[in-house]
């Protein structure tokens, strides 16, 4: 009988994935591996370079991950219109889903569950900038509408609302969540994830609490951390949110940012990063979700695996 994916978080701790992002730069692609050249469009391998998009799945698989992130961070239909796919925002986010699960069914040891990736819409409808705060917030959305019902259409487990930096934006996406579980008449889990700095605020100012406060009477499944910052800036938040009521996913990178000849670097070791996630898994009984962000790669994962198993075999 397959467990559902918010079932299993109540049972054991799930691991998430690492980084999509630097995985894909270590393929060193090229201008003509992208569709229709269209350098830098990650999403778009998964027409373009396929196979490629499924190794990576495999390779955080074989890293002991029990979840994965679809390689959809920016397929929301603002994102996709950038590069000619605007309109086919249904069909690509169900494709990257389904390319998911076929690598998910390689694996016959335990179940797997496939995550929703739902980045950042490029607006702040928060804000009072020109730019990025006058676009109409049911356009907004109608965008995260599309990504979710073709992620659903493909089979994920949950949809994860990850990276926000607006709390407005975060309300709109899991309204649009629940508008496209109606329509295709299927229920799947909701994560929220906000993005905080190294002094705790997501981009335009609102606090953890106010971020929890608001949107989570709104049905959703979980609430997370991710991006940003490594696991020891988000300390003081992660104690607050084991406090209330929501399982908790906690997703940081490897360590604070450092610039590199114009590059970010992440320092953090798997040993270090699992030690960080670690102590937050003994800890807080809340955090039953934990993976990696920027500059986490699958050693990273392995190395969570290890921890995660030798915790329960503490138990």
Known sequence: MRESFIEATKKRVLLFDGAMGTEIQRLNPKTEDFPDGKDGFNDGLNLSRPEWIK???????????????????????????????GDNTIEFNK????LAREVCNEFKDKQRYIIGSMGPS????????????????DEIQ???????EGLILGGVDALLIETSQDILEVKLAIEACHMAMEKEAKKVSIIANVT???YGKMLLGTTIQAAYTTVSNM????????????????????RWLSEQDLPILVM????????EGGRAIYRMTPKEISQALEDFVNKYDHVRMIGGCCGTNPQHIAELRRVLDASDKKK
């Not at 109608?142 to 979710?148: D, E, G, S, T, V």
């Not at 499944?221 to 300390?235: K, R, V």
């Not at 940081?252 to 610039?259: C, E, R, S, T, Y």
């Open 219 to 238: 049905n959703i499944d979980a609430f997370g951390l991710n991006c940003s910052t490594g696991p020891h800036e988000m300390t003081p938040n992660v």
């Open 252 to 259: 940081p990178n490897a360590g604070m940012p450092q610039n």
């Open 122 to 137: 490029g607006y702040l409808p928060s804000s009072n900038d020109p730019a990025l705060g006058e676009t109409p917030l």
């Open 55 to 85: 190794q990576i799945h495999r390779t955080y698989l074989q890293a002991g991950a029990d979840c994965i992130e679809t390689n959809t961070f920016g397929s929301n239909k603002f994102k996709l219109a950038e590069y000619g796919y």
């Open 196 to 198: 905080l700095d190294q």
């Open 95 to 98: 494709k990257a889903a389904e």
């Open 142 to 148: 109608q965008a995260f509408m599309l990504q979710a």
